[in-house]
């Protein structure tokens, strides 16, 4: 006959559990998606998107950059430090106010860690003045 675990045992396991979970890096990989924005959705306007810098669009959960006039890039917009949403992009990078990481608006590489992997690309089209998700 085996005997249940102990109460303390399930509570010091599930605790464990979701400690681990929430920390450390997120693992993800660059074809990741998004879970906000839908292929052939319009995501912005070019007009929108300032050249050297770019946008962030929260409920999308993408960030659509403009490095140089007419080139537009577009990557996740949540950090892959620990999965915290970016809140801004200036002075040519990608910001992540939680632990402050920085990504480049012209790869999405990092700048300035904790994060230590590239913002995720996404798939966009340019046709006219509307950036779409590929």
Do not use: W, Y
């Not at 890039?73 to 620990?82: D, E, L, N, P």
Request: charged share 20%.
């Amino acid at each position: 006959m085996t005997h249940p675990p102990a109460r303390r045992t399930v509570l010091l396991a599930t605790g464990a559990a979701a400690l681990l979970a929430g920390c450390g890096d997120s693992g993800g990989t660059s074809g990741e998606a998004s879970a906000g924005a839908s292929p052939g959705r319009e995501l912005a306007k070019t007009s929108d998107v300032p050249v050297g810098g770019g946008v962030v669009l929260k409920d999308e959960q993408v960030v659509v950059t403009q490095p140089e006039e007419g080139d537009f890039r577009a990557f996740s917009a949540i950090c892959t430090h620990q999965r915290c949403p970016v809140a801004a992009v200036e002075a040519g990078t990608i910001n992540c106010t939680c632990h402050g990481s920085r990504f480049r608006i012209t790869d999405g590489s990092v700048a300035s860690p904790p994060a230590t992997r590239a913002l995720p690309e996404r798939k966009i089209t340019v046709e006219g003045n509307s950036i779409r998700l590929a």
